[in-house]
Nanobody, 129 residues
Framework: QVHLVESGGGSVQPGGSLRLSCAAS????????IYWFRQAPGKEREGVSC?????????????HYANTVKGRFTISRDNARNTVSLQMNSLKPEDTAVYYC?????????????????WGQGTQVTVSS
Protein backbone atom coordinates (compact mmCIF):
# COMPACT_ATOMS: atom_id res chain seq x y z
CA GLN A 1 0.00 0.00 0.00
CA VAL A 2 0.97 3.65 -0.20
CA HIS A 3 3.33 5.37 2.23
CA LEU A 4 5.17 8.65 2.65
CA VAL A 5 8.20 8.96 4.93
CA GLU A 6 9.80 12.28 5.89
CA SER A 7 13.42 12.68 6.92
CA GLY A 8 16.03 15.40 7.37
CA GLY A 9 14.66 17.24 10.38
CA GLY A 10 16.85 18.42 13.22
CA SER A 11 17.98 21.38 15.28
CA VAL A 12 19.68 24.42 13.76
CA GLN A 13 20.50 27.98 14.76
CA PRO A 14 18.66 30.95 13.25
CA GLY A 15 19.94 31.63 9.75
CA GLY A 16 20.84 28.00 9.20
CA SER A 17 19.57 25.55 6.60
CA LEU A 18 17.94 22.13 6.47
CA ARG A 19 16.84 19.91 3.62
CA LEU A 20 13.79 17.72 4.21
CA SER A 21 13.03 14.69 2.07
CA CYS A 22 9.73 12.90 1.46
CA ALA A 23 10.11 9.38 0.10
CA ALA A 24 7.06 7.76 -1.47
CA SER A 25 6.25 4.09 -1.97
CA UNK A 26 3.28 2.49 -3.66
CA UNK A 27 2.65 5.43 -6.00
CA UNK A 28 4.55 7.85 -8.20
CA UNK A 29 5.11 11.32 -6.81
CA UNK A 30 4.85 12.86 -10.27
CA UNK A 31 1.23 11.63 -10.52
CA UNK A 32 0.11 13.68 -7.51
CA UNK A 33 0.38 17.11 -5.99
CA ILE A 34 2.82 16.86 -3.08
CA TYR A 35 2.47 19.28 -0.18
CA TRP A 36 4.62 20.20 2.77
CA PHE A 37 2.74 21.23 5.92
CA ARG A 38 3.93 22.22 9.35
CA GLN A 39 2.35 22.39 12.77
CA ALA A 40 3.75 24.04 15.87
CA PRO A 41 2.40 23.34 19.37
CA GLY A 42 -0.84 25.23 19.97
CA LYS A 43 -1.08 26.41 16.37
CA GLU A 44 -3.09 25.40 13.33
CA ARG A 45 -1.55 23.27 10.65
CA GLU A 46 -0.06 25.50 7.95
CA GLY A 47 0.45 24.72 4.30
CA VAL A 48 4.07 25.55 3.47
CA SER A 49 4.51 24.55 -0.15
CA CYS A 50 3.19 22.30 -2.89
CA UNK A 51 4.34 21.03 -6.24
CA UNK A 52 1.79 20.02 -8.86
CA UNK A 53 1.67 16.69 -10.66
CA UNK A 54 3.23 16.18 -14.08
CA UNK A 55 1.40 13.07 -15.34
CA UNK A 56 -1.06 15.02 -17.54
CA UNK A 57 -0.12 16.98 -20.61
CA UNK A 58 -1.35 20.24 -19.11
CA UNK A 59 0.52 19.92 -15.82
CA UNK A 60 4.10 21.06 -15.45
CA UNK A 61 5.10 20.55 -11.83
CA UNK A 62 4.52 24.18 -10.89
CA UNK A 63 5.27 25.22 -7.31
CA HIS A 64 3.52 27.38 -4.71
CA TYR A 65 4.62 28.73 -1.35
CA ALA A 66 3.11 30.29 1.71
CA ASN A 67 3.97 33.97 2.09
CA THR A 68 5.86 33.20 5.28
CA VAL A 69 8.46 31.09 3.45
CA LYS A 70 8.66 32.66 -0.02
CA GLY A 71 12.24 33.36 -1.00
CA ARG A 72 13.61 31.06 1.71
CA PHE A 73 12.17 27.60 0.95
CA THR A 74 12.32 25.62 -2.30
CA ILE A 75 10.31 22.50 -3.12
CA SER A 76 11.55 20.05 -5.75
CA ARG A 77 10.82 16.55 -7.06
CA ASP A 78 13.18 13.75 -8.05
CA ASN A 79 11.16 11.28 -10.11
CA ALA A 80 14.00 8.76 -10.33
CA ARG A 81 14.14 8.50 -6.54
CA ASN A 82 10.37 9.02 -6.19
CA THR A 83 10.99 11.73 -3.60
CA VAL A 84 10.05 15.35 -2.97
CA SER A 85 12.39 17.64 -1.06
CA LEU A 86 12.05 20.94 0.77
CA GLN A 87 15.21 23.03 0.96
CA MET A 88 14.88 25.48 3.86
CA ASN A 89 17.30 28.40 4.09
CA SER A 90 17.53 31.42 6.37
CA LEU A 91 15.59 29.56 9.03
CA LYS A 92 13.85 31.52 11.77
CA PRO A 93 12.66 30.45 15.22
CA GLU A 94 9.08 30.72 13.98
CA ASP A 95 9.83 27.95 11.49
CA THR A 96 10.02 25.52 14.40
CA ALA A 97 7.37 22.84 13.88
CA VAL A 98 6.72 19.27 12.89
CA TYR A 99 6.86 19.11 9.10
CA TYR A 100 4.67 16.70 7.15
CA CYS A 101 4.47 15.80 3.50
CA UNK A 102 1.21 14.69 1.92
CA UNK A 103 -0.11 13.68 -1.50
CA UNK A 104 -3.32 15.15 -2.92
CA UNK A 105 -4.87 15.39 -6.36
CA UNK A 106 -4.24 19.10 -6.95
CA UNK A 107 -1.84 21.85 -5.92
CA UNK A 108 -3.60 24.99 -4.72
CA UNK A 109 -2.35 28.56 -5.22
CA UNK A 110 -3.05 29.10 -1.53
CA UNK A 111 -1.28 25.86 -0.49
CA UNK A 112 -4.61 24.59 0.84
CA UNK A 113 -5.65 21.13 -0.37
CA UNK A 114 -9.13 19.67 -0.38
CA UNK A 115 -10.32 16.13 0.03
CA UNK A 116 -8.48 13.20 1.58
CA UNK A 117 -4.75 12.87 1.15
CA UNK A 118 -1.99 10.46 2.03
CA TRP A 119 0.22 11.72 4.86
CA GLY A 120 3.65 10.96 6.23
CA GLN A 121 4.49 10.70 9.92
CA GLY A 122 6.30 14.04 10.23
CA THR A 123 9.80 15.21 11.08
CA GLN A 124 10.74 17.74 13.76
CA VAL A 125 12.46 21.00 12.84
CA THR A 126 13.75 23.16 15.69
CA VAL A 127 15.33 26.58 15.11
CA SER A 128 16.84 28.14 18.22
CA SER A 129 20.04 29.58 19.61
Amino acid sequence: QVHLVESGGGSVQPGGSLRLSCAASGFRVDYYAIYWFRQAPGKEREGVSCISSSDEETTDGSTHYANTVKGRFTISRDNARNTVSLQMNSLKPEDTAVYYCAAFLRCSDTVRPSGIGTWGQGTQVTVSS
